[in-house]
């Protein structure tokens, strides 16, 4: 089983949609999660930290399940500019491990 | 501030061949990493620096890869000899701190092995 399971897309929506992404993680002493944003042929950049209790950031919210090792990105109203490769990454033992990410293109 | 500096952004060789790659991090990180990206998947850890110790290197192929980081500041990694399988993104990313949990990532490198 990897150790960061991510439904690899691609998911194609309008402007405008909600777009929900999912990700499972297999290590429990997982600490801390992140969603990382990677464009086409572009280095990764932190979207934002995912937080117990959840947490929103504008038009994008995370959720965390530790009981089910599971972590969740909600997009809201999807610009163009969203299109991009979606990274679930845990961190344990001071180490990031990167899913294989999530494709996503939004549609004119 | 300036980002993570890599170089060269692009690379071509065949197999059996040598190959280096430069990174420079952001001023003032102790903490380095060299990520190896190949095509449809996430980044995967090579080697971890803490100022010029290594931290974590289990997942390096030490039969033909080596790095170093010999000041605590600029760090090169070297594949020696190349394989097909090679072929791959490398990223270098930077963090102030171990315990800084976010991590500053390159334009990286593009590979080629031919």
């Known amino acids: 089983r990897k150790e960061v399971e991510q439904d690899p897309g691609p998911f194609n929506v309008p402007e405008g949609a909600t777009v929900a992404f999912n990700c499972t993680y297999s290590?429990?002493?997982?600490?801390?999660f992140f969603w990382y944003r990677q464009d086409c042929r572009k280095e990764p950049k932190l979207l934002m930290s995912?937080?117990?209790s959840g947490n929103e950031d504008g038009r994008f919210t995370a959720q965390l399940n530790r009981a089910s090792q599971y972590i969740s990105l909600l997009i809201r109203d999807s610009k163009l500019s969203d299109s991009a490769t979606y990274l679930c990454?845990?961190?344990?033992?001071?180490?990031?491990?990167f899913g294989s990410g999530t494709q996503l293109t939004v549609l004119p | 501030e300036a980002g993570v500096a890599q170089s060269p952004r692009y690379k071509i060789i065949e197999k059996r061949q040598s190959v280096a790659f430069w990174c420079n991090p952001i001023?003032?990180?102790?903490?380095l990493y060299w990520y190896q990206q190949i095509l449809g998947q996430g980044p995967k850890l090579l080697i971890q620096?803490?100022?010029?110790?290594?931290?974590?290197d289990s997942q390096l192929p030490k039969d033909r890869f080596s790095a170093e980081r010999l000041k605590g500041v600029d760090s090169t990694l070297k594949i020696q000899p190349a394989k097909l399988e090679d072929s791959a993104v490398y990223l270098c990313?930077?963090?102030?701190?171990?315990?800084?949990?976010?991590?500053?990532f390159g334009a990286g490198t593009r590979l080629s092995v031919l």
């Open positions: 990313a930077s963090s102030f701190s171990r315990d800084s949990n976010i991590q500053y």
């Open positions: 995912v937080y117990s």
């Open positions: 620096f803490q100022n010029n110790g290594v931290v974590d």
């Open positions: 290590n429990s002493a997982s600490q801390s």
């Open positions: 990454v845990p961190l344990a033992a001071r180490q990031l491990t």
């Open positions: 001023s003032g990180h102790a903490t």
